[in-house]
């Protein structure tokens, strides 16, 4: 069984940054897949970035050039790292990893607000 928690979520003023975990309870290099999502109250649960085994990154449009998604597979983290924040990334922040299944993180909320 694989444990994804998420931490590093909170409030925060608009223009801001905040940095986001996801530890995992095993090697992240056997993770072909991973993600952060994020679903907003009434919304679906959309894709922000991801990151393959092999590095490569994907980026919502709304976050590219704000969002930065990592790996560091010495700690089984990937982190997501959010400069410029806007009210509209006002959201429950999910972690997914994939091998031959997924797996989901509980969340964590990021509010942006002043």
């Known amino acids: 069984q694989v444990r994804l928690v998420e931490s590093g979520g909170g409030l925060v003023q608009p223009g801001g940054s905040l940095r986001l975990s996801c530890a995992a309870s095993?090697?992240?290099?056997?993770?072909?897949?991973m993600g952060w999502y994020r679903q907003a109250p009434g919304k679906e649960r959309d894709l922000v970035a991801s990151?393959?085994?092999?590095?490569?990154?994907n980026y919502a449009d709304s976050v590219k050039g704000r969002f930065t998604i990592s790996r560091d597979n010495a700690m089984n983290t990937v982190y997501l790292q959010m400069n410029s924040l806007k009210p509209e990334d006002t959201a429950v922040y999910f972690c997914?990893?994939?091998?031959?299944?997924?797996?989901w993180g509980q969340g964590t909320q990021v509010t942006v607000s002043s």
């Open positions: 997914r990893a994939r091998m031959f299944n997924d797996y």
């Open positions: 095993r090697s992240i290099g056997s993770f072909t897949f």
């Open positions: 990151i393959t085994s092999g590095g490569i990154t």
